[in-house]
């Protein structure tokens, strides 16, 4: 089926490509117009050293005493991966759904980042809560990272604390979800369309045959003509027709039937040589006598060597 046939389809069977494609039209702007719209943002938090840490390291190197982020070392790095699988938990999000966080959210370390920084992103169809979530995400981590230090008798000036480095951004539509669910909408329903137009056609097709082969078997055609190929002419295809009874010639009249049984044969004699005429013609003959050919039944049309009158 070439790209003409479909064309010529979907243009008889336009009764239902068109109605369909109009639905799908409204189902695309509807479900663009009632779904919600998503928004994301982000917030940006990293890990500092205790500072017992802070001040050990300052009498090492003679930088400063009370400045930690002079010294974020690796160790801080695997801290931070381990805070963000712990804010994923399963526990921790359905804790965190009852203190009225409902957005989704995502926590990973941040991309080609050389330090301890988590990216905490948060998508939901409210802007405003949006913003109050990942201020209570980030709060909630911080308080989370000195429970669990707590937990393990780590004293208050060895514990490590966390601060926000980016604070929650400007919620931003997104789009790609929404126009995932028109897409699926309008065109779902487009190509249901083109599926019953095909379909249609299909039926229509076969009952179209199946009337054709019966029209045939009334006049007594036989649908399957068996074909044979000619012994004297290679190719050719001859189509065997049901036998019929040739019609009745007419009787000839008796008349003709009679002359036909009289009619004979004549057998003319070999022609004679020239010196036979000759002596032929010398002999003299009687008057009114002359030798003729008679033809009928009896005699085979043969010379009888009759005499006139005899």
Same mark, same amino acid.
Do not use: C
């Given at each position: ?107 990973? @370390? ?9 990216? @905490? ?9 949006? @913003? ?46 929404? @126009? ?131």
């Amino acid at each position: 089926m070439d790209l003409g046939e479909i064309l010529r389809i979907l243009r008889n069977r336009w009764l239902i490509v068109v109605p369909m494609l109009v639905l799908a039209i409204g189902l695309g702007i509807g479900t663009f117009v009632m779904v919600p719209n998503m928004y994301s943002t982000y917030t940006m938090v990293s890990l500092l050293t205790s500072p017992s840490a802070t001040q050990a390291s300052a009498q090492q190197t003679g930088q400063g005493q009370d400045n930690p982020f002079l010294y974020l070392n690796g160790s801080l790095i695997a801290t931070a991966d381990f805070l963000g699988r712990r804010l994923q938990s399963t526990d921790t999000v359905l804790q965190l759904k009852a203190n009225g966080l409902t957005e989704k959210y995502e926590v990973a @370390l941040a991309e080609n980042a050389q330090g301890p920084f988590l990216t @905490l992103t948060l998508k939901g169809s409210d802007s405003e809560h949006l @913003l109050a979530s990942a201020a209570q995400l980030t709060a909630f981590a911080g308080t989370t990272l000195n429970d669990i230090q707590k937990q393990n008798n780590v004293a208050e000036k060895d514990r490590i604390k966390l601060t926000q480095v980016i604070p929650p951004q400007t919620p931003k539509v997104e789009t790609k979800d929404k @126009l995932k669910l028109v897409i699926i909408a309008a065109g779902g329903t487009a190509a249901l369309g083109f599926v019953l137009a095909f379909m249609v056609e299909s039926i229509s097709r076969s009952r179209r045959r199946k009337a054709a082969l019966a029209g045939a078997e009334e006049i007594d055609v036989p649908v399957k003509a068996a074909a044979s190929a000619s012994a004297d002419i290679e190719g050719t295809v001859v189509i065997q027709l049901p036998a019929t009874a040739p019609a009745p010639r007419p009787a000839p009249p008796a008349e003709k039937i009679a002359d036909a049984e009289k009619t004979q044969r004549i057998q003319v004699p070999p022609r004679q040589s020239a010196t036979a005429i000759s002596q032929k013609e010398s002999q003299p003959r009687r008057p009114g006598l002359s030798t003729t050919y008679q033809s009928n039944g009896d005699r085979g049309g043969q010379n009888a060597n009759r005499v006139n009158g005899s």
